[in-house]
């Protein structure tokens, strides 16, 4: 069977499997980098108006999880997932091993890396943001919930944009560590293709190629959002 054949939609064909493998990498990224969202915003929160140990415990989070390699991390939340569902599943009665669900562990593991990166974008975005504003919000008696609402949100949404696209192709990236937990990605998708097939190249190029699709898009779409909020702003 020859390549394009190969690659096909119809019967005997490996098209259909690697769109969909495709789409899980999407949905991972998409739950991964939503994730690290909220993990970032905690931690920049804290890094920047947090007590002392809060922003020491939050500099330790950005510190350390940049610091060790992301597959490690993932085998980290995958064996103590694993192991603490069969903690809980033995007290319930169950017996063996219950092993952490792939999906959850990449979304986890994923958000909780991205997350230090986001927090370090949004800290230098809310560093970007004019003393003047916030100083002339609280002098009309704006709260901090308004305050932060109102003036300091869409101010370091607006500055963060550019980072957190660089963050989203890293989490694409990450995405294909995920397999090694099971995960039919697509990444694990090619391994089964050239495994079953015996032939890797088609099945390793049209990954690159769906890869390179996502990125494409992804890199377009943050272009065009970075010039959505940055319309009116004057740069040197």
Do not use: H
């Amino acid at each position: 069977m020859n390549s394009l054949a190969l690659m096909g939609f119809g019967p005997g064909g490996w098209g259909g499997a690697m769109v969909a493998a495709a789409g899980t990498t999407l949905l991972l990224a998409v739950l991964g980098f939503s994730a690290g969202a909220v993990f970032g915003t905690l931690a920049a929160w804290a890094r920047i108006a947090g007590p002392l140990p809060v922003r020491l415990l939050a500099d330790g989070y950005t510190t350390l999880l940049r610091g060790i390699p992301d597959l490690l991390i993932i085998y980290l939340f995958y064996f103590g997932g694993s192991v603490a569902l069969s903690a809980i599943g033995q007290a319930f009665g169950a017996q063996g091993f219950i092993g952490m669900p792939a999906l959850a562990t990449g979304t986890i593991a994923i958000g909780v890396i991205s997350g230090a990166y986001q927090a370090e974008v949004y800290r230098g975005a809310f560093g970007a943001v004019p003393r003047g504003q916030i100083e002339a919000g609280r002098s009309v008696g704006m709260g901090r919930l308004l305050l932060f609402r109102r003036i300091v949100a869409p101010q370091v949404l607006r500055y963060a944009v550019p980072g957190l696209g660089n963050v989203w192709q890293l989490v694409l990236k990450e995405s294909a560590l995920v397999s090694v937990t099971g995960l039919v990605e697509l990444l694990r998708q090619s391994q089964i293709g050239a495994g079953s097939t015996r032939e890797p190249f088609p099945f390793y190029i049209t990954a690159a190629i769906l890869y390179l699709c996502i990125t494409t898009v992804s890199t377009w779409g943050f272009g065009r959002l970075e010039a959505r909020t940055l319309r009116g702003e004057r740069r040197a």
